[in-house]
C-alpha cells in the first residue's frame, strides 16, 4: 500500500517531472498566463499518462522492441486527440486558448520517458498510479505557476477580479511582466530553489 501511495507522492515533490527531472517545460511557459487552460492542461496531461501507463503496461508483453517507441506513440496520440475533442465538444474556449499545446501532448517528454522508465517493465495498476502521480506533479507546477502569473499579471483568478478596484484606483498597476513566457521560467526557478534545501537535508 506504502509503494503504492509512493508512487502517487513521489511525483508531488521528490521526484517532480518539472522542477527535478526538468521536463515539460515548454508548456509550462506557453499555458501559465492563465489558470484556467494551466489547470485544464494539467488534467489533460493527467489523463493521458495514466492512461497510456496503463494500455502499455498491458500490452508491453507483446510489443515486439524495435517497434515499442512506434506503439507507445500510437497510444498515446489516440488518447491525445480523443482528449482534444473532448475539449473542443465540451470546453470550446479552453480548447482555442491551448491551441495546438494539447497536440503536442504527444511528444511531452514526460509521457513517453514514463512509457519508456516503467510502464515498460511494471504492472498495469502500478503503471496507471504511476501516470497520475507523474500527471499531478507536472499539472502542481503548471497550477502554482499560472496562480501567481494570472494573479500578479491580471489581477485576476479564473476570470473573476480578486485584486480591488480600490488598489488601481490608488495606482496600482498589473505587472505586465508576469504575462510575458520567461517569467515562467523565473517563478519555476523559485520553486526549483524553494525545493532543494529540503531534498539536501
Request: with cysteine.
Amino acid at each position: 500500500m506504502s509503494k503504492n501511495m509512493n508512487l502517487i507522492t513521489a511525483p508531488l515533490r521528490k521526484a517532480n517531472p518539472i522542477t527535478v527531472l526538468i521536463l515539460g517545460i515548454c508548456s509550462s511557459l506557453a499555458v501559465t498566463a492563465k489558470l484556467k487552460p494551466a489547470i485544464v492542461m494539467a488534467l489533460s496531461v493527467t489523463v493521458v499518462t495514466a492512461l497510456s501507463n496503463l494500455v502499455i503496461s498491458l500490452l508491453r508483453k507483446g510489443i515486439p522492441s524495435k517497434i515499442r517507441i512506434i506503439v507507445q506513440l500510437i497510444v498515446v496520440a489516440t488518447l491525445v486527440i480523443l482528449v482534444d475533442q473532448f475539449l473542443k465538444a465540451f470546453m470550446y474556449d479552453v480548447s482555442k486558448q491551448l491551441s495546438v499545446f494539447v497536440g503536442l501532448i504527444i511528444t511531452n517528454c514526460i509521457v513517453m520517458g514514463r512509457l519508456e522508465a516503467f510502464a515498460m517493465s511494471h504492472s498495469p495498476w502500478e503503471s496507471f498510479l504511476d501516470g497520475i502521480g507523474n500527471g499531478l506533479g507536472y499539472g502542481s507546477i503548471l497550477v502554482i505557476v499560472a496562480f501567481f502569473r494570472e494573479l500578479f499579471g491580471s489581477g485576476t483568478l479564473l476570470g473573476y477580479q480578486i485584486i480591488p478596484q480600490g488598489l488601481y484606483d490608488f495606482g496600482y498597476v498589473n505587472n505586465g511582466l508576469m504575462i510575458l513566457p520567461p517569467m515562467a521560467l523565473i517563478i519555476i526557478g523559485i520553486i526549483i530553489w524553494l525545493q532543494k534545501p529540503e531534498e539536501e537535508k
